[in-house]
């Protein structure tokens, strides 16, 4: 497809440029002029991003199509102004062998309207005993392996999980869980728990995990990744990690800067989560993390469940919430409006960073690189209406929410795929 988008401001952090420019896309890749006759997208007033990349979703295909698809997860992704998404490996079946991630591709490939890369599970069956045929999964088109929601408990598993990434050359992701200390819990372990007489999930559950992979990390050299970071601590390590030139990465989710434990106060089952909403003084950390470098990427962790499942009572419901088409307006908001970081550097977070965990040829208009973009209004209002959403499912705490900021396209291989209808001007 071949677009010419002219006169936006260009933002590609993974260049260092910042200017006011035309961006042509020839054949579905950047070229350096535009090709005769091409359609033309008029950018004047408006932010011109790399496509916008979601490292952590949940498609639900294969075996739970009733709460997702990979066509609707998809369309949900494209409203959130996402080009490219990394679907998690907890299907049914699980894609832990090259026929499920060959059958993902395909599916990905014929219905997706943006990118869908999956990631491979760590174990088989993500039962964390037996390591997963890993080689041949990453020839059938995965970009990491991670088990997410059963994290892998076993330290010598976990150990010879990194040896086979590093050998492979992908990344380890692992929702950091100790799944003894956080069993049986519902919401964060704290005063607020107390108070509403619910279950806790302590910070340490988190914390001891990320403390044990870091030092396999070390030990293999592995290129490894933490999953929707929430706790101060686990935000420290991170960073220390860093300091001491380990290829450690992390990411966080919009709601997880966005809300606080006391929101638990009407048991809205829209509020429940893993890692659960934490209390004020770890939201802050997280802020930091994210102003300081020590957190990589933004991903929405988008789980989406029927409503069947999830207006059940506090304590029975399935943890998770939507998140791909609120993550943008969010992260203007709570971080760019509220002046902890430059627009800058929340595309970089969308951009740059998960492409570089991931190691992906995304996330950047450098020429040759292919022809996604994220068009944006930082002053757009607008508000959220989850029944309107491309998803199937409706589980998400933002319904009705205003917010100042979002993206007016979402533009894939070169081809404009509609959106929100705020954006219709556009």
């Known amino acids: 497809m071949n677009l010419l988008i002219r006169g936006g401001r260009v933002i590609d952090p993974a260049q260092g440029r910042d200017e006011i420019a035309d961006i042509a ?5 950047i070229a350096a002029r535009a090709a005769p006759n091409s359609p033309e997208f008029d950018a004047t007033g408006l932010v011109v991003a790399p496509g916008f990349i979601d490292m952590h979703v949940h498609l639900r295909e294969p075996g739970f199509e009733h709460a997702e698809t990979i066509e609707t997860g998809a369309r949900a992704a494209a409203a959130g102004g996402f080009t490219t998404i990394c679907c998690m ?32 599970a760590i174990t088989k069956g993500s039962e964390g005993v037996e390591l997963s045929t890993i080689a041949s999964m990453k020839e059938a088109g995965i970009v ?47 005063i607020e728990s107390v108070r509403l007489g619910l279950r806790g999930i302590p910070s340490a559950s988190e914390d001891v995990m990320v403390a044990r992979d870091i030092l396999l990390a070390e030990l293999t050299g592995a290129r490894y990744h933490v999953a929707h970071i929430s706790a101060r601590h686990s935000v420290a390590m991170v960073a220390f990690a860093k300091s001491k030139g380990l290829r450690v990465t992390a990411e966080t989710t919009p709601h997880h800067f966005a809300l ?4 638990l106060g009407r048991y809205d089952s829209n509020y429940k989560m893993k890692p ?6 770890d939201v802050e950390a997280v802020i930091e993390g994210i102003k300081s470098g020590a957190i990589d990427a933004i991903a929405t962790d988008h789980a989406p469940h029927a409503g069947s499942e999830k207006m059940q009572e506090f304590e029975s419901c399935p943890f998770g919430i939507l998140g791909l088409e609120t993550a943008l307006g969010l992260s203007f908001d709570c971080l760019v409006h509220a002046g902890h970081i430059s627009i800058n550097r929340l595309i970089e977070l969308f951009t740059s960073g998960p492409a570089g965990v991931l190691r992906l040829n995304r996330g950047t208009l450098r020429e040759g690189a292919p022809g996604d973009v994220t068009i944006l209004d930082p002053e757009l209002s607008w ?35 509609p959106i929100r209808p705020e954006a219709a001007k556009y």
Not at 154 to 171: C, F, G, I, K, Q
Not at 276 to 281: E, T
């Open 25 to 29: 896309i020839v054949h579905g890749h």
């Open 89 to 120: 490996p907890n299907t049914k079946p699980v894609n832990d062998s090259a026929t499920v991630t060959s059958y993902i591709v395909e599916r990905a490939r014929k219905h997706a309207v943006v990118n869908v890369f999956p990631i491979g």
């Open 144 to 190: 990491a392996i991670s088990d997410d929601g059963r994290p892998v408990m076993n330290a010598r598993v976990m150990r010879r999980a990194m040896e086979t990434a590093r050998a492979l050359d992908l990344t380890v992701i692992n929702h950091c869980e100790d799944l003894h200390l956080s069993a049986g819990g519902d919401m964060h372990e704290g």
């Open 260 to 263: 606080t434990d006391k929101e």
């Open 276 to 281: 659960p909403l934490r209390c004020g003084i």
């Open 383 to 417: 508000t959220y209406d989850v029944n309107q959403s491309a998803s199937k499912s409706r589980n998400s705490p933002f319904h009705g929410r205003a917010f100042r900021g979002a993206s007016v396209a979402t533009i894939v291989g070169g081809k404009v795929v």
